[in-house]
């Protein structure tokens, strides 16, 4: 998300989540998903 972020120019990671998010039907169960496997990814 961070690098998300950076490339949009949000200095906030937070805000491009509140920004984006929102309109994408199941959006939260995908970045969840994104989210468990870069951590599986990096462990």
């Known amino acids: 998300m961070y690098t998300l972020?950076?490339?949009l120019g949000h200095a906030d990671p937070a805000f491009t989540l509140r920004k984006y998010?929102?309109?994408i039907a199941g959006a939260g169960s995908k970045i969840r998903i994104a989210v468990r496997s870069a951590y599986i990814r990096a462990a």
């Open 5 to 7: 972020a950076d490339r």
């Open 21 to 23: 998010v929102h309109g």
